[in-house]
């Protein structure tokens, strides 16, 4: 029987049964379903609104269900729809009429606000940390390869000499970020939608605060229609996981390009790596272009729930059913990726000398070059210019600007020196890259220190 059946004369049809129920995916709520429930029968208790006895006959009845439930011993009835109904009818069940009164001065409206929320919550507590063992991993790899000099690229051509030890810990600072939205996410859904009731909360004295605080909550929602109809938590969680796919993406890209012939930068442990059904010699970056793909799939999740939620009027409406799933989708995607990743690229074996002899070539100096005439006083638009020129030359007689002779520098200006070949020289060029936030080992060193910090901090 629904618990609705009072106000109806037929039965629901098993099309729409089938069309209605969400206990086929919302059935992970049910710990924070169990643990909401607990909370307001205790307020329910403590406000004289129930008898202690029921409050206390609930709470046993609930907790030996999340008991069963994680023993496997309960099957869960698409007739009662969802979590929430499927666990108040075993629990009425069980003790009787005291399990009737567990709903009192509460709908399914800010219940499940409440359950979705907690749900969120939780999940955010258990990505972080994993992100953060990601830092660490680069962090460790970025220790081993400070003075590993390759080339950095604009346009996907090469630019300018940097180090294997900047050029990753790049994705540490962006996963540092990703480490922020989340906390702020959290922080803005910290507030408790319980008592809001179906829309415009209850006659009975309930004590919303104390229900708030029971589930670690800063405070109640203001606001009771705001309370059940608000899922900006869900929408802010799926842009911040879309965010970190994009960076995870980005570096899964750069993983490909190096894994191939034509960098041969990095080679993926063997445990990482799959081969080929017909071509013997083939080690294929499949992790990596897995992540790259699965990306697609958590912008999906983040276009679904914002397009479900752009024309819901308030309060409650029956489209927001299809909050769940999306958020369920991209959260199962992020933690399937987030370990097989960090264990890649913590097995990961990087060629030093390809990534010299890749540097080697593509004039990625030239600044260094432009920067030594400036130095010696001409304005840099002519040594630009002066540069340009050399670049043009060794390229017209398959030379690099350091195979240039002293003579053939000084055709093209006086003030080329001796000196001219230390500054041309790619880890000097590198290693005089001081300013904040350049590869020299100076600051990769500072940089290292300050993601290990920002994971301390979160640690303690």
Same mark, same amino acid.
């Given at each position: 029987?629904?618990?609705?059946?009072?106000?109806?004369?037929?039965?629901?049809?098993?099309?729409?049964?089938?069309?209605?129920?969400?206990?086929?995916?919302?059935? @992970?709520?049910?710990?924070?379903?169990?643990?909401?429930?607990?909370?307001?029968?205790?307020?329910?208790?403590?406000?004289?609104?129930?008898?202690?006895?029921?409050?206390?006959?609930?709470?046993?009845?609930?907790?030996? &269900?999340?008991?069963? &439930?994680?023993?496997?011993?309960?099957?869960?009835?698409?007739?009662?729809?969802?979590?929430?109904?499927? &666990?108040?009818?075993?629990?009425?069940?069980?003790?009787?009429?005291?399990?009737?009164?567990?709903?009192?001065?509460?709908?399914?409206?800010?219940?499940?606000?409440?359950?979705?929320?907690?749900?969120?919550?939780?999940?955010?507590?258990?990505?972080?940390?994993?992100?953060?063992?990601?830092?660490?991993?680069?962090?460790?790899?970025?220790?081993?390869?400070?003075?590993?000099?390759?080339?950095?690229?604009?346009?996907?051509?090469?630019?300018?000499?940097?180090?294997?030890?900047?050029?990753?810990?790049?994705?540490?600072?962006?996963?540092?970020r990703d480490v922020t939205r989340l906390e702020d996410c959290k922080q803005r859904l910290n507030e408790c939608p319980l008592g809001s009731g179906a829309l415009a909360g209850t006659t009975y004295d309930i004590d919303r605060w104390m229900t708030a605080r029971e589930l670690n909550f800063d405070r109640p929602m203001g606001n009771s229609m705001d309370g059940v109809s608000d899922r900006d938590y869900a929408m802010e969680l799926l842009s911040d996981l879309a965010i970190f796919m994009a960076h995870l993406s980005r570096f899964a890209e750069e993983i490909i390009l190096w894994c191939s012939w034509e960098f041969k930068f990095i080679e993926l442990d063997d445990a990482y790596a799959t081969g080929s059904s017909i071509m013997p010699q083939k080690k294929n970056p499949d992790i990596a272009e897995l992540v790259r793909g699965k990306t697609g799939r958590v912008y999906g999740d983040l276009m679904s729930l914002l397009t479900?939620?752009?024309? &819901?009027?308030?309060?409650?409406?029956?489209?927001?059913?299809?909050?769940?799933?999306?958020?369920?989708?991209?959260?199962?995607?992020?933690?399937?990726?987030?370990?097989?990743?960090?264990?890649?690229?913590?097995?990961?074996?990087?060629?030093?000398?390809?990534?010299?002899?890749?540097?080697?070539?593509?004039?990625?100096?030239?600044?260094?070059?432009?920067?030594?005439?400036?130095?010696?006083?001409?304005?840099?638009?002519?040594?630009?210019?002066?540069?340009?020129?050399?670049?043009?030359?060794?390229?017209?007689?398959?030379?690099?600007?350091?195979?240039?002779?002293?003579?053939?520098?000084?055709?093209? /200006?006086?003030?080329?020196?001796?000196?001219?070949?230390?500054?041309?020289?790619?880890?000097?060029?590198?290693?005089? @890259?001081?300013?904040?936030?350049?590869?020299?080992?100076?600051?990769?060193?500072?940089?290292?220190?300050?993601?290990?910090?920002?994971?301390? /901090?979160?640690?303690?």
């Amino acid at each position: 029987m629904k618990l609705w059946s009072g106000r109806f004369g037929k039965d629901t049809d098993a099309l729409v049964n089938a069309f209605n129920a969400s206990i086929g995916f919302d059935q @992970r709520l049910y710990q924070e379903d169990i643990t909401g429930s607990i909370a307001h029968a205790r307020m329910l208790a403590a406000r004289n609104i129930i008898s202690r006895q029921d409050a206390e006959k609930i709470e046993t009845g609930l907790l030996e &269900i999340l008991k069963d &439930i994680k023993a496997g011993k309960i099957e869960f009835s698409e007739d009662q729809e969802d979590i929430h109904m499927n &666990i108040e009818s075993i629990l009425t069940n069980r003790i009787g009429d005291a399990g009737k009164r567990l709903h009192t001065a509460r709908s399914r409206n800010d219940q499940v606000a409440l359950d979705f929320r907690m749900y969120v919550r939780n999940k955010i507590n258990k990505i972080i940390p994993r992100i953060l063992n990601l830092e660490k991993i680069l962090c460790g790899q970025a220790e081993k390869y400070q003075e590993t000099v390759m080339p950095g690229y604009t346009h996907l051509q090469r630019a300018q000499p940097v180090s294997f030890a900047q050029y990753i810990l790049a994705y540490a600072y962006m996963f540092t970020r990703d480490v922020t939205r989340l906390e702020d996410c959290k922080q803005r859904l910290n507030e408790c939608p319980l008592g809001s009731g179906a829309l415009a909360g209850t006659t009975y004295d309930i004590d919303r605060w104390m229900t708030a605080r029971e589930l670690n909550f800063d405070r109640p929602m203001g606001n009771s229609m705001d309370g059940v109809s608000d899922r900006d938590y869900a929408m802010e969680l799926l842009s911040d996981l879309a965010i970190f796919m994009a960076h995870l993406s980005r570096f899964a890209e750069e993983i490909i390009l190096w894994c191939s012939w034509e960098f041969k930068f990095i080679e993926l442990d063997d445990a990482y790596a799959t081969g080929s059904s017909i071509m013997p010699q083939k080690k294929n970056p499949d992790i990596a272009e897995l992540v790259r793909g699965k990306t697609g799939r958590v912008y999906g999740d983040l276009m679904s729930l914002l397009t479900v939620m752009k024309g &819901i009027p308030l309060a409650y409406n029956k489209d927001m059913q299809e909050d769940k799933e999306p958020v369920f989708d991209a959260l199962d995607t992020v933690e399937i990726c987030l370990p097989v990743f960090a264990e890649m690229l913590k097995t990961m074996k990087a060629y030093p000398e390809n990534m010299r002899r890749a540097a080697g070539r593509g004039f990625i100096n030239a600044t260094d070059c432009a920067d030594y005439l400036t130095k010696k006083s001409m304005p840099f638009r002519d040594a630009y210019k002066i540069t340009g020129e050399l670049v043009a030359y060794c390229v017209k007689n398959n030379k690099t600007l350091e195979e240039l002779s002293l003579k053939e520098l000084k055709s093209y /200006s006086d003030l080329f020196e001796q000196d001219i070949y230390d500054a041309l020289k790619l880890e000097n060029c590198m290693a005089l @890259r001081k300013s904040y936030g350049g590869p020299c080992i100076e600051e990769t060193s500072r940089q290292i220190w300050e993601i290990r910090e920002f994971i301390a /901090s979160r640690e303690a």
